[in-house]
């Protein structure tokens, strides 16, 4: 079959690990006979050089246009310190999300058996986690109203939610647990906020169609907490914007590594598959991130599609990197030597490649 997929590399290591994603992607597209047509765009700090914007219109209409849209990373410290920057490359990505209601970020964690020695938790804690957050994405404080005041002595972020945006995430949340374990964490601050209290009512409401899935509610501070102390105890968590971009960072550190973590965002219309890492500028040319997550991306993105058996091939070349210890040097420390991000890029193309040919 053939696909159009949006690719935007973005900043830093973005385009590095992009590189990796395709070389699978062709691979698979070689071994499963598709054929895949890359329409390239820009966004965040590269965009903000070449247009003066972090989200020029035709990115836009590429993405749009495209069956699925894989992404990179965004972000540059020239931006980071400096509060009075009016044009800064995250709006780009939050800009997209919004535009292409991206609504749903779907993150999901898991163990790898032969990365347990680098959890920085203990062996027992650690093994069998399997869980997936499930994120709202364009609502919340990221899309309130924001004000500094004129002497810039003061500022605020409003935090919204309206019960349908919490429950087209929620049904999607609900509808995952039903494969899976049969349990929503819902994971809130309502001893303390109103929106909170919204999505608890909601939830609660919705959670009476699902009746073979059972919903617990604990709040965000004992959620990360829990998150560290007993991981395995999650199945599919279920929040909002800001709480799940930050549990979904605790999460990344659990398996050994961020460069682990992939993530798809879901709307109606379109989707978006990128790594959960950032643009990890020093790295940036180096050859030294670890691509895995931007791979696994990828494989999301071909579930997505419905190419089932091509994304499990990506996932079992990932399991084979990870086993024969053909990774990069943030997941090295208990596999002796490391390689590069091309390298390991190369090994996953070509065990897909060589899979298929044995088959
Ligand atoms: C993420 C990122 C983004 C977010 C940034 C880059 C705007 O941290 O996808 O988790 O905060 O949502
Ligand atoms: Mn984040």
């Known amino acids: 079959m053939k ?53 020029p219109k035709k990115t836009i209409e590429i993405c749009k246009k495209a069956d699925a849209i894989l992404f990179g990373a965004v972000g540059d410290p020239k931006y980071d310190n400096d509060p009075s920057a009016k044009v800064r490359p995250e709006q780009g990505l939050l800009q997209l999300r919004k535009e292409l209601d991206l609504f749903c970020g779907v993150r999901p964690l898991k163990a790898y058996n032969n990365l347990i020695a680098n959890s920085p938790l203990k062996r027992e804690i650690i093994k069998n986690t399997d869980f997936i957050i499930f994120r709202e994405l364009t609502g919340g404080i990221y899309f309130g109203k924001k004000e500094l005041s004129e ?22 949340a609900f509808q995952a647990a039903q494969k899976r374990k049969k349990k929503v964490t819902l994971v809130d601050k309502a001893n303390v906020l109103e929106t909170s209290r919204l999505w608890r009512k909601t939830v609660t409401e919705i959670a009476k169609e699902y009746s073979d899935v059972s919903l617990e509610y604990l709040f965000v501070d004992n959620a990360a907490m829990k998150m560290i102390l007993n991981p395995k105890h999650f199945d599919v968590i279920l929040t909002e914007n800001l709480f799940g971009d930050m549990i979904s960072d605790v999460a990344s550190a659990l398996c050994g590594s961020i460069g682990l ?94 899979q298929d040919d044995s088959n």
């Open 261 to 354: 973590m992939a993530s798809s965002s879901i709307g109606n219309e379109n989707a978006l598959f990128e790594p959960i890492h950032g643009s990890y500028n020093q790295a940036k040319g180096k050859d030294i991130a670890n691509p895995l997550a931007s791979i696994l991306s990828a494989g999301m993105l071909l579930k997505y599609l419905g190419l089932h058996e091509e994304a499990d091939a990506i996932e079992r070349a990932v399991d084979k990197s990870l086993a024969l210890g053909i990774t990069t040097e943030d997941i090295k420390r208990k596999i002796q030597s490391s390689t590069s991000t091309s390298k390991v890029g190369d090994f996953i193309a070509d065990y897909i490649t060589n």
């Open 3 to 55: 696909f159009t997929i949006a690719v935007i590399p973005g900043d830093g290591i973005g385009p590095e690990v992009i590189t990796q994603a395709k070389k699978a992607l062709n691979a698979v597209a070689e071994a499963y006979d598709h054929i895949f047509l890359y329409k390239e765009a820009q966004l965040g700090s590269c965009a903000i050089d070449a247009t003066g914007g972090p989200l």
């Open 151 to 172: 002497d810039m002595q003061s500022a605020s972020d409003l935090s919204t939610y309206t019960v349908d945006e919490i429950s087209r995430v929620a049904h999607l």
